[in-house]
């Protein structure tokens, strides 16, 4: 596996989000998260995609990276939780690659 790509680095984030998952709560964030369930998990997505908002309407690029970051970090979380691959996202952005996104709408 390239380590410099970074469709690759989402599934190296991915990967030890999936083994995280099974150590104690007491030791890791990810299994901390994880097992106060989909609520807790969802209600993080929340918080990171308002910090997004906020760090975007002050302009302040260091701080969007940073929150976007996090936020991905939370869906890489989500998406492990709920059984979801970076292979499946991939696959759906394969799909609608070159598509417009009026016409792909119209087809859901």
């Not at 996202?89 to 417009?100: N, P």
Request: glycine letters at 8%; proline letters at 1%.
């Amino acid at each position: 596996m390239k380590t410099g790509t970074s469709a690759t680095m989402f599934q190296r984030v991915y990967d030890v989000i999936l083994e995280r998952k099974n150590y104690s709560p007491d030791n890791s964030y990810v299994a901390s998260l994880m097992g106060k369930g989909i609520d807790s998990i969802l209600k993080k997505i929340g918080e990171e995609s308002a910090e997004v908002i906020l760090a975007t309407k002050n302009e302040n690029r260091k701080e969007q990276i940073h929150e976007i970051t996090d936020l991905w970090f939370h869906l890489l979380i989500l998406m492990g939780y709920q059984g979801i691959t970076v292979e499946d996202i991939s696959q759906e952005l394969k799909k609608r690659f070159g598509q417009s996104g009026l016409e792909e709408k119209v087809e859901r």
